[in-house]
């Protein structure tokens, strides 16, 4: 049996996998993910889960039609230009 994912490591993984065309976020609720989360851990709230890793600034949530939009740090098309790019340049 493989070793379960960290919730981090989780999200990290829907966000690259599910994200669709040139979008770099992922809605919530329509790619999936939320009902993804409560199988995969057993009925945990994603949406607990989700908003602890923003506080610690390990992914970005955005509101969003139905529910909200998850980002990886850097990839938040709201986010200032110059921040994206500087983090690109791996300066930031």
């Given amino acids: 049996m493989t070793q379960q994912l960290s919730h981090e490591d ?52 955005r509101p969003s039609k139905g529910g909200v939009r998850l980002y990886l740090p850097g990839e938040d098309p709201q986010d200032d230009p110059g921040r994206t790019a500087l983090t690109k340049m791996g300066l930031l």
């Fill in 10 to 61: 989780f999200v990290r993984l829907a966000v690259e996998k599910l994200r669709t065309g040139s979008f770099k976020g992922i809605h919530s609720v329509f790619s999936g993910f939320n009902a993804a989360f409560k199988m995969y851990y057993h009925g945990e709230d994603p949406v607990r889960t989700t908003t602890r890793l923003a506080e610690e600034g390990k992914i970005v949530i």
